[in-house]
C-alpha cells in the first residue's frame, strides 16, 4: 500500500514562500493523481489543487490561481506544493491525498500526516 | 457550493445518524463522497460515487442521492463514529461541504 509521507511544520513570515513535500513510499504514484487539501483548525478542508506525476498534468483551484505550484519529481516519488505571497489567513494543516484517477479522483486512504504552516512576522 | 446539515447532531450509541448534503448545482455523475474526521487526523473515506463503500468500512455506514440531494446514515452507532463528516464533490472544481459534527448525547 503506497504511504504518503510529508515535510515537517514550517513557520513562515508574510510574505515569504511556502513549499511542502508529499513523498511516496512502499509503491509508486502510477497514473494516480496527488491532490493538496489545506484545512484551518475547525473549519472545513479546502481543495487546493491536484497533479498526474508522470505526466506532470496539473489543475488548481480557481482562488489559489497564480499563487500555487505542484511539481513532481519522479526520480524520487514526491511531489511538492509551493504557496507564494503567505499571510496569515494561510496559517493551515496542508495534507495531500493521493486519488486514483486525474479527471474524477476523490482522495482515497491513506492521506499523507499533514504539515503544520505556522505564517507568522 | 456543498451545504451539511445539521450542523451538530447529538445522538446517543445505538441511534441511527442520518447526515445531508445539498449541492446548489448537480453533481455530475454523483461524483460525491463522504469522509469522517476525527482531532487531529486526516479525513478518511467512507463513501464515494454517493453510495459505494470504501474498503473497510463497515456496512452500518451507507450512502445514496442524486443529483443535489445526498445523505449518509450510519444506522447504529458506535463510540467511535462520534466525529466530524463531510461531503465532497469531485466533479468540476472539487470542494468540502461545511461539515456535520456527530457528538454524543
Known amino acids: 500500500q503506497v504511504q504518503l509521507v510529508q515535510s515537517g511544520p514550517e513557520v513562515k513570515k508574510p510574505g515569504s514562500s511556502m513549499k511542502v513535500s508529499c513523498k511516496a513510499s512502499g509503491g509508486t504514484f502510477s497514473a494516480n493523481s496527488i491532490n493538496w487539501v489545506r484545512q484551518v483548525p475547525g473549519h472545513r478542508p479546502e481543495w487546493m489543487g491536484k497533479?498526474?506525476?508522470?505526466?506532470?498534468?496539473?489543475d488548481y483551484a480557481q482562488r489559489f490561481q497564480g499563487r500555487v505550484t505542484i511539481t513532481a519529481d519522479k526520480s524520487t516519488g514526491t511531489v511538492y506544493m509551493e504557496l507564494n505571497s503567505l499571510t496569515s489567513e494561510d496559517t493551515a494543516m496542508y495534507y495531500c491525498g493521493r486519488a486514483l484517477n486525474f479527471y474524477d479522483g476523490f482522495m482515497v486512504d491513506p492521506w499523507g500526516q499533514g504539515t503544520l504552516v505556522t505564517v507568522s512576522s | 457550493l456543498l451545504t451539511q446539515s445539521p450542523g451538530t447532531l447529538s445522538l446517543s450509541p445505538g441511534e441511527r445518524a442520518t447526515l445531508s448534503c445539498g449541492a446548489s448545482?448537480?453533481?455530475?455523475?454523483?461524483?460525491l463522497a463522504w469522509y469522517q474526521q476525527t482531532p487531529g487526523q486526516a479525513p478518511r473515506l467512507l463513501i464515494y460515487?454517493?453510495?459505494k463503500r470504501a474498503t473497510g468500512v463497515p456496512d452500518r455506514f451507507s450512502g445514496s442521492g442524486s443529483g443535489t440531494d445526498f445523505t449518509l446514515t450510519i444506522s447504529r452507532l458506535e463510540p467511535e463514529d462520534f466525529a466530524v463528516y463531510y461531503c465532497y464533490q469531485y466533479s468540476d472544481s472539487p470542494s468540502f461541504g461545511q461539515g456535520t459534527r456527530l457528538e454524543i448525547k
Open positions: 460515487g454517493a453510495s
Open positions: 497533479i498526474m506525476p508522470i505526466l506532470g498534468m496539473t
Open positions: 448545482q448537480t453533481v455530475n455523475n454523483n461524483y
